[in-house]
């Protein structure tokens, strides 16, 4: 019975020192190398000059010119919204104006001149006339009475022909005035229909459709996206209360799931000074210094926004610290230690070790 005993208080032994065996001590040197202080936030991809397409009229859409994917031109038509009211009214301002042309017009403006150039002519016959009766009247060779009479001749030529350039110059206010009226509002016309035709505000591609033909279209709602074709950037959202420490030309470190294994760098170019009240964060564009061969609007994004770096400090791995202020040394010693920055992977230690001390993460 002893004996059996002791056999297995051995083995229970033999198996607890296995298992201790079995768990391996980590261990790590003190080293010295770059550490950097950095700020996190997501984003994703937008191209550059992206923008939402929107209807300047509510209608039917009517015609789509093109597909996604497509690369088009500033100024070139993506859209057609029908609206025959539209159309009609432009036609309606396009009759008008030409009936009221002032050129179209000019004959009757050419009727009072030659009305003008009459009287005149009669004018200054009934003044010559009245002059030499004048004369004779002077020398009593004629009567009164028929002074007086070429001298009513003479007034009333001279009315009539104020009278024919007051109404040539009324009829040429009127038809300038009638012929620029109509132009303008053949322009309204124009203009009114033009809003039923939307076009491209810049040279880039169309990365989405988001109506179909035939659906009603209104002011609120957007028909598509478009954007630069071969231009991005880093749209990233950053919480209040670390907005204070991002400047502009900052290093920026890009992680994306659409390159697992490769990391890209941009640069800080724009902040947005403006809280966005429901999310608390704030609106950071970047440009990529080295860009993927490959993106698209949307993709998502996580960042590491560099806000301060170290060189040649003493460095170890952040899994080596314990409770925030000690570490083990490879003696079983625990020491406190001074921390400083801190990133992911690695915190650096201002005093407490040197650079020859190991240390052990110790076994639980």
């Known amino acids: 019975m002893e004996l059996y005993l002791f056999k297995r208080v051995f083995i229970v032994g033999f198996l607890l020192s296995l298992s201790a065996c079995s768990k ?9 190398g770059t550490i950097t202080e950095s700020v996190y936030a997501s984003g994703i991809i937008k191209s550059q000059d992206q923008y939402q397409v929107f ?27 029908s609206n025959e009211t539209s159309k009609l009214s432009r036609e309606n301002a396009q009759l008008l104006a030409n009936f009221n042309d002032f050129e179209g017009n000019s004959s009757k403006l050419k009727d009072l001149k030659l009305n003008i150039d ?39 030529s001279k009315t009539q022909y104020n009278s024919a350039l007051i109404k ?31 076009k491209s505000e810049l ?23 478009v954007g630069q074709a071969s231009d991005f950037l880093v749209e990233m959202q950053i919480d209040e209360n670390d ?4 400047k502009k030309g900052q290093k920026i470190i890009i992680h994306m799931d659409s390159y697992k294994d490769k990391t890209f760098e941009a640069v800080v170019v724009k902040i947005n000074p403006f809280l966005n009240e429901r999310s608390k964060t704030f609106t950071v564009e970047a440009k990529f210094v080295n860009m993927p061969e490959v993106l698209y609007p949307n993709l998502s994004l996580e960042a590491n926004i560099i806000i301060l770096e170290k ?54």
């Open 168 to 198: 040539y110059n009324d009829l040429k206010k009127q038809l300038n005035f009638a012929d620029q009226q109509a132009k303008r509002n053949l322009q309204i016309s124009e203009k009114l229909e033009s809003d039923f035709v939307i």
């Open 203 to 225: 040279k880039g591609k169309v990365y989405s459709i988001l109506k179909e033909k035939g659906e009603m279209v209104n002011t609120q709602t957007p028909i598509a996206v």
């Open 243 to 246: 907005i204070v420490r991002i």
């Open 311 to 364: 060189n040649n400090t003493m460095t170890i791995p952040r899994k080596f610290l314990i409770d925030n202020n000690y570490v083990m040394k490879k003696s079983g010693k625990k020491v406190k230690v001074k921390t400083g920055l801190m990133d992911f992977e690695k915190v650096e230690i201002l005093s407490g070790i040197s650079k020859n001390d190991y240390l052990i993460i110790p076994v639980e």
């Open 55 to 81: 209807a300047s009229v509510n209608g039917i859409l009517e015609t789509i010119f093109i597909s996604e994917g497509d690369e088009v031109n500033k100024n070139q038509v993506l859209f057609s919204i």
């Open 24 to 32: 391996k001590t980590e261990s790590t040197k003190v080293n010295f």
């Open 118 to 156: 009459f009287s005149k002519n009669k004018m200054l016959s009934d003044s010559i006339n009245f002059k030499r009766q004048k004369s004779l009247f002077e020398q009593k060779i004629i009567s009164k009475s028929q002074f007086e009479q070429s001298e009513l001749l003479y007034q009333n």
